[in-house]
T-cell receptor, first 112, second 114 residues
Framework: QKEVEQDPGPLSVPEGAIVSLNCTYS??????FMWYRQYSRKGPELLMY????GNKEDGRFTAQVDKSSKYISLFIRDSQPSDSATYLC????????????FGKGTLLTVNP | EAQVTQNPRYLITVTGKKLTVTCSQN?????MSWYRQDPGLGLRQIYY???????DKGDVPEGYKVSRKEKRNFPLILESPSPNQTSLYFC?????????????FGPGTRLTVL
């Protein structure tokens, strides 16, 4: 079993749809969970950062972490064509371990 | 502007011809890392550095070298490139102070080895 599993998609939705992106993981030591957004021909940029279980909301984006199920989600409300990108989940156990473990990314296209 | 820069952005070379991809950050970050990104394989860590003169292997270090002589720079060296090193390469940096390991990525270097 891979440490982090992420459905690669591609995922295509109409503008205004609610998008749900998910990752599962196997390492119970992970405590810090991130979502990166990567536009075509660009480097990944941090979108959401969550520590331990719970929800975090930032505008149209909500990140959820369920450590008991080893499952994280990113919800995008009122999706826009500008949200079209690859979304990568990443996680880390913290402390002196700086390594991020990434999912393979989900390609999202929001159609106008 | 806080950023990670990489050069060159695009490079086409031939097998066996040594090359260096430079990476520089202006955020005084301690931690720097190199990744390669391949279709279906995602981002894989090549090497990382916790601080000046401290480097260590990531998940796919074979065929690569790095050095960290200054805090801001972390070059990636391919002594004898081979076609299987054709990939998209990213440098990243972070504060490395433990509790929040947000990594900032450079714009990427697309390398083709013929």
């Amino acid at each position: 079993q891979k440490e982090v599993e992420q459905d690669p998609g591609p995922l295509s939705v109409p503008e205004g749809a609610i998008v749900s992106l998910n990752c599962t993981y196997s390492n119970s030591a992970f405590q810090y969970f991130m979502w990166y957004r990567q536009y075509s021909r660009k480097g990944p940029e941090l979108l959401m950062y969550t520590y331990s279980s719970g929800n975090k909301e930032d505008g149209r984006f909500t990140a959820q972490v369920d450590k008991s199920s080893k499952y994280i989600s990113l919800f995008i409300r009122d999706s826009q064509p500008s949200d079209s990108a690859t979304y990568l989940c990443a996680m880390n156990s913290g402390g002196s371990n700086y390594k991020l473990t990434f999912g393979k990314g989900t390609l999202l296209t929001v159609n106008p | 502007e806080a950023q990670v820069t990489q050069n060159p952005r695009y490079l086409i070379t031939v097998t066996g011809k040594k090359l260096t991809v430079t990476c520089s950050q202006n955020m005084n970050h301690e931690y720097m890392s190199w990744y390669r990104q391949d279709p279906g394989l995602g981002l894989r860590q090549i090497y990382y550095s916790m601080n000046v003169e401290v480097t260590d292997k990531g998940d796919v270090p074979e065929g690569y070298k790095v050095s960290r002589k200054e805090k801001r720079n972390f070059p990636l060296i391919l002594e004898s490139p081979s076609p299987n090193q054709t990939s998209l390469y990213f440098c990243a940096s972070s504060l490395g102070q433990g509790y929040r390991n947000e990594q900032f990525f450079g714009p990427g270097t697309r390398l083709t080895v013929l």
